[in-house]
């Protein structure tokens, strides 16, 4: 942390070799008391004050992550008592008209595990280690939580920080890949509290980092966690195993239509399908073997004449089975953490597939609260806050050399069904 810099020219600084000369005027008299507000002579101690005010002023000026005073996670939140489960679900499918008969069958998911999601005890989880990582590297600033659909709010999140006098927050979300539900919908989420704030008469400025599917913390941390399993299996069986990357299914008109409104959209297909491919290259090398890999998606939802996002993991399961495959290495590359797409999607429905398909089947982790993926998000805050000062930050990726950009292009992402002022966007 830099010291505020001792003027030469002040008569009052100190000397090299002894204590400060007592000031003088230029005729020769001691120095009168400088005057305070009204004309009151100031004390040592009043000064001292001041000056300690003047210099907390310029840390905080001086932090690395200036101009923001907080970092907000902001995720999609889960019920956490079997009585919040219905009121969860009509909030997040609100305005679809999707009836409760078919919510109610949802809502089994989550009461087979006793009626709580899992996601909101990780992403508290995720919130101390990204503390406790800004405070190993000497930042204080405080990390807040705020949930689309569920409590904590991020509209009561933002609320709180501006009543502690924080009004330039940059959120970090718990979505990697780019497309409406994963990016712009967020983006809706920040310009909704926003807003509401400001009928309140609160202002509060918000940005975000930008989506970061290639991000090293993030990418480099999925090879890492997949390479370990793909080799626990070949040390356990001797055989290479075939690797399954899993990621949330989207109707097809969400996937075209992601990415900027003047590219050739699929950005959320494409990013999922570079990263498992370069993932897989990773391990293969690493390991010294040639590993098969594909890529599949789950929790598809929605009516059957709607077009979604295939093979689902169940059916790629049985495909493999026909074709002789008997090792498979599951990666949940698609998801932050491990919450309810995880645990019921894979680790039940996915478990109990290879089961009755007789395959040995080894669910990897998600990156949760590794060191390194933790790491890589305080790099992305850095890198958003340096551009919010006027930098050029380096912007690092793996795979690939064009990072997303942090304010997104126009057009990006859209809204199909409603139009909603998107924040951290140029449209």
């Known amino acids: 942390m830099s010291q505020p810099t001792a003027d030469p020219s002040d008569p009052g600084r100190p000397t090299p070799d002894g204590p400060t000369p007592e000031p003088v005027t230029p005729g020769g008299g001691p120095v009168e008391p400088a005057a305070g507000p009204g004309g009151t002579p100031t004390t040592a101690a009043e000064d001292e004050v001041v000056a300690e005010l003047e210099e907390s002023l310029a840390e905080a000026e001086e932090h690395d992550l200036f101009p923001y005073q907080a970092v907000v996670l902001t995720s999609f939140g889960g019920p956490e008592a079997p009585e919040e489960v219905m009121p969860f679900l009509r909030r997040v499918t609100g305005g679809r008209g999707i009836p409760?008969?078919?919510?109610?069958?949802?809502?089994?998911?989550y009461l087979h595990f006793g009626g709580k999601s899992p996601i909101n005890d990780q992403n508290r989880a995720l919130v101390a280690a990204l503390q406790e990582e800004l405070q190993r590297r000497g930042l204080t600033l405080p990390v807040l939580f705020g949930n689309r659909n569920s409590e904590p709010f991020l509209t009561d999140t933002v609320r709180d920080a501006h009543e502690e006098g924080m009004t330039r927050l940059l959120s970090i979300t718990t979505s990697a890949y780019s497309c409406y539900s994963s990016c712009r919908q967020y983006r809706e989420d920040i310009a909704a509290a926003v807003d509401a704030l400001a009928t309140e008469g609160r202002t509060v400025d918000v940005d975000k980092i930008r989506q970061y599917w290639n991000h090293p913390g993030f990418s480099r941390a999925n090879a890492r966690i997949v390479t370990e399993g793909a080799r626990q299996m070949m040390e356990r069986t001797g055989v290479a195993p075939?690797?399954?990357?899993?990621?949330?299914?989207?109707?097809?008109?969400?996937?075209?239509?992601?990415?900027?409104?003047?590219?050739e959209g699929h950005l959320y297909s494409r990013q999922h399908l570079e990263l498992s491919a370069a993932v897989a290259e990773e391990v293969s090398a690493t390991l010294g073997t040639e590993l098969g890999h594909d890529l599949t998606y789950c929790s598809r939802s929605g009516p059957p004449s709607q077009p979604w996002l295939e093979p689902d993991v169940n059916d790629h399961l049985r495909e493999l089975a026909g074709r002789g495959v008997r090792h498979v290495v599951l990666a949940p590359i698609g998801f932050v953490s491990d919450h309810m797409e995880v645990v019921f999607d894979l680790d039940t429905e996915a478990v109990e597939t290879a089961e009755e398909l007789g395959l040995d089947l080894l669910r990897v982790p998600t990156v949760g609260t590794d060191p390194e993926f933790v790491s890589g998000l305080v790099d992305l805050a850095l890198e958003r806050a340096a551009e919010a000062r006027g930098g050029q930050p380096v912007r690092p990726t793996w795979p690939g050399e064009r990072p997303r950009p942090s304010t997104c292009l126009p057009g990006c992402c859209p809204n199909l069904r409603v139009d909603r002022r998107a924040a951290c966007g140029m449209d």
Do not use: K, N, Q, Y
């Open 100 to 109: 409760d008969e078919r919510l109610a069958e949802v809502a089994e998911h």
């Open 242 to 263: 075939h690797l399954v990357f899993v990621t949330h299914s989207l109707p097809l008109a969400m996937d075209e239509t992601s990415g900027p409104g003047d590219e």
